[in-house]
């Protein structure tokens, strides 16, 4: 395991590197997005050039060679699962499809090493990731993921992963608060830097994340508990959202297909379920692990 280097899979922009990199930490970026990609190598082209910071452009895939990617007008939601960008069609993205290369994840230990850290974030195609590192001998010190929001079973097979490569402790991170997030003085990874995560951003890892390692029954009960929630309010859940707007003020041959009274009362149902959704939301949630030594 290389102590100082980092694997941020999901480079979206560059918020969680950037932060790595400022930590003192080198780190391997892998993005399927060229546009992406582009982008964070601009924002972070000092590292870039110093060699701190390495950008894989490729998607992670079971095998090499070309595939499918669904690119988003939600610049964080592109994928390569055609499951995860139906539900982003759900949800009203717009979505249009291009050819980046794969790469298996074996190929980037196999060139860059073993990272003390590893932060997955791949929409939907996560557990890649995990399936790589059955094949190494060695092992992040800690990894973390994006766990499912859409099945239980997903989420299950997930913990499964993590705990047949070594992981025992767990840690769940609201990533819908990580704007909440303080880093502690001293630092406890890396070096301390004065840092505000940005929304969407993964935030800190390792001993300086808040709250106690829990175990695998603990993490499945909290998890219960927040999938409970889901069935309620998640994406497909049991109270959505009223249709509001164009589609209900559209007209035919220049008159509104419903009256204003019947517009009021939608535009009171969407704004009631939409108090009631704000309030109990669930969020989504990063699963930490720590390995088992």
């Not at 930490?25 to 050039?49: G, H, I, M, Q, T």
């Not at 990617?69 to 610049?75: G, I, L």
């Amino acid at each position: 395991m290389e102590r100082n280097l980092i694997y941020d899979i999901g480079l979206h922009l560059g918020e969680d590197s950037e932060f790595y990199l400022k930590k003192g930490f080198d780190v391997v970026a892998v993005e399927a997005s060229p546009a992406n990609a582009d982008k964070a190598a601009n924002r972070l082209k000092a590292y870039v050039d110093s060699g701190r910071l390495t950008i894989v452009n490729k998607a992670i895939t079971r095998d090499e060679g070309p595939v499918t990617f669904f690119v988003s007008d939600r610049s964080i939601w592109g994928t390569t699962d055609s499951n995860t960008a139906e539900r982003n069609r759900h949800l009203g993205s717009s979505i249009s499809e291009i050819t980046v290369p794969g790469v298996p994840f074996r190929c980037l230990l196999e060139q860059y090493g073993v990272p003390y850290y590893m932060k997955i974030d791949i929409e939907g195609a996560d557990t890649l990731c995990l399936q790589g590192l059955l094949a190494s001998a060695d092992r992040p010190k800690y990894v973390s993921l994006e766990s499912s929001k859409t099945s239980f079973d997903d989420l299950v097979n997930e913990f499964c992963l993590l705990q047949q490569l070594g992981y025992r402790k767990y840690k769940i991170v609201a990533q819908h608060r990580i704007e909440e997030q303080r880093l502690p003085n001293p630092a406890r990874e890396g070096q301390f830097i004065d840092h505000v995560f940005e929304e969407g951003s993964s935030g800190t890892f390792g001993r300086e994340l808040p709250g106690e390692w829990i175990s695998l029954e603990q993490a499945l009960k909290e998890y219960m508990r927040i999938f409970r929630k889901y069935r309620i309010v998640g994406d497909s859940g049991l109270l959505p959202l009223p249709s509001f707007g164009r589609e209900a003020t559209k007209s035919q041959g220049g008159r509104p297909i419903a009256s204003a009274a019947v517009l009021d009362r939608k535009m009171l149902s969407y704004k009631f379920l939409r108090s009631v959704k704000t309030r109990i939301r669930p969020g989504w949630y990063d699963t930490h692990a720590m390995l088992d030594e």
